[in-house]
Nanobody, 117 residues
Framework: QVQLVESGGGLVQAGGSLRLSCATS????????MGWYRQEPGKQRELVAA???????TYADSVKGRSTISRDNAKNTMYLQMNSLKPEDTAVYYC???????????WGQGTQVTVSS
């Protein structure tokens, strides 16, 4: 059973920072594009940021310049550093491991991020 273990969510005031972490097995991590998605109640899940196995990154416009995605291949862990948080960043954040080549699409259980104004 594949596990993506997320941590780092919580309650923070506007303007604050959080770092989300997502750990998984080496066999999954090494071949996957890892991503963070978020979902607000009643809305579709949306991509926040992603990083390929070669460390190429992409960001949603809404977080660009405020967030940094990274991966530590030695620890099989991905991070999302979020700064200057806004109330509209409030959502459940999900970790994803994806590989079209190997037909992989795994999700974490989600971690709540709440930004108070």
């Amino acid at each position: 059973q594949v596990q993506l273990v997320e941590s780092g969510g919580g309650l923070v005031q506007a303007g604050g920072s959080l770092r989300l972490s997502c750990a998984t097995s080496r066999s999954i991590f090494s071949i996957s594009t890892m991503g963070w998605y978020r979902q607000e109640p009643g809305k579709q899940r949306e991509l926040v940021a992603a990083i390929t196995s070669g460390s190429s990154t992409t960001y949603a416009d809404s977080v660009k310049g405020r967030s940094t995605i990274s991966r530590d291949n030695a620890k099989n862990t991905m991070y999302l550093q979020m700064n200057s948080l806004k109330p509209e960043d409030t959502a459940v954040y999900y970790c994803n491991a994806k590989s079209f080549l190997y037909s992989i699409d795994y999700w974490g259980q989600g971690t709540q991020v709440t930004v108070s104004s």
